[in-house]
């Protein structure tokens, strides 16, 4: 069972909601960078079922530099106000700094979601100090916020898996809960298009680690270079490779798109027999 911080989550799939404090995110651009649209955007994705809400104050690609004290004022006040209205909330912080993410567990995040390797070692001390969980995250061996270029593995999911399995025991032996621990292949992070379809089709190879996984689908470059589309029309090849992902035993989706791909997944879930219908009366009346 997935618990963090004390808060058990469903044993179904589940969706963790993207919020942005950034002015400059490839898909929201912005919209969600002032506090009140955050607060906003966070009542809205509860109201429509997200088990989890990540919270981000740098974007992933490259652009101008946020030192951690700029992070931190962007996150921080969100996650204070995040907490005192939805208290039963998991909620997740976007950081690959350490500081930041001291500063957000000590005003009630749950997760650190480190989508860079870890590239701060103490990040998992610093949670583990917390009693918070963690997401580890392949990214192909870069530096936070570097695009990949000409990226070869001798063999991209064994890679993957052995680079999470090393993360995730490391996290446990710093004093992060077991039941905290989370991995996510990095679709785009350090990867082309072919390299994240490949893991894409190989869940079941992350999902036999044992560790839970979490699929950061939503709207990435993958999607968009497989349909020739722009991140706005990316929804259904996004809802398409979710499909692919949860029916193989992924656990958790980082979405934009909260209320489609809980539906999505409600009836992969249904389908693999882990939820009853809502109403079942065909063929029975």
Same mark, same amino acid.
């Not at 909601?17 to 002015?23: S, Y």
């Not at 946020?66 to 969100?78: I, Q, S």
């Not at 969980?133 to 392949?138: A, Q, S």
């Given at each position: 069972m997935l618990s963090f911080r004390?808060?058990?989550?469903?044993?179904?799939?589940?969706?963790?909601?993207?919020?942005?404090? *950034?002015?400059?995110?490839?898909?929201?651009?912005? %919209?969600?960078?002032?506090?009140?649209?955050? !607060?906003?955007?966070?009542?809205?994705v509860v109201a429509e079922g997200a088990h989890i809400v990540d919270i981000g104050g740098v974007k992933a690609a490259p652009g101008?530099?946020?030192?951690?004290?700029?992070?931190?004022?962007?996150? !921080?006040?969100?996650?204070?106000?995040?907490?005192?209205?939805?208290?039963?909330?998991?909620?997740?912080?976007? *950081?690959? %700094?350490?500081?930041?993410a001291d500063a957000v567990l000590a005003a009630g995040a749950d997760i650190v979601n480190d989508a860079w390797e870890c590239p701060e070692p103490e990040t998992y001390e610093v949670a583990a100090a917390h009693g918070a969980?963690?997401?580890? *995250?392949?990214a192909g061996h870069l530096p936070p916020r570097t695009r990949p270029h000409r990226v070869a593995y %001798?063999?991209?999911v064994a890679d993957v898996v052995a680079t999470l399995t090393g993360m995730a025991e490391r996290a446990?032996?710093?004093?992060?809960? %077991?039941?905290?621990? !989370?991995?996510?292949?990095?679709?785009?992070?350090?990867?082309?298009?072919?390299?994240?379809?490949? !893991?894409?089709d190989r869940t079941t190879d992350l999902v036999a680690t044992g560790w839970p996984v979490l699929m950061a689908l939503s709207r990435k470059d993958f999607v968009g270079e497989v349909l020739d589309l722009l991140p706005d029309d990316r929804l259904e090849g996004t809802l398409a490779a979710t499909a692919v992902c949860a029916f193989q035993g992924a656990r958790v989706f980082r979405a934009h798109d909260v209320a489609a791909t809980l539906r999505v997944l409600r009836m992969v879930d249904a389908v693999r027999g882990r939820v009853e219908p809502l109403v079942n009366v065909r063929g029975l009346a």
């Open positions: 004390g808060k058990a989550l469903p044993e179904t799939s589940l969706v963790m909601a993207i919020v942005n404090r *950034t002015p400059d995110s490839f898909y929201d651009k912005g %919209r969600t960078f002032g506090l009140e649209a955050a !607060l906003e955007r966070v009542d809205q101008a530099e946020v030192p951690a004290a700029e992070e931190t004022e962007r996150v !921080l006040p969100l996650v204070e106000a995040v907490r005192a209205r939805h208290p039963a909330l998991v909620i997740s912080v976007d *950081t690959f %700094r350490a500081s930041v969980g963690v997401v580890c *995250t392949h %001798r063999d991209v446990v032996a710093a004093g992060v809960p %077991r039941e905290s621990v !989370l991995i996510d292949p990095g679709h785009d992070f350090g990867k082309n298009t072919r390299q994240s379809l490949l !893991l894409t």
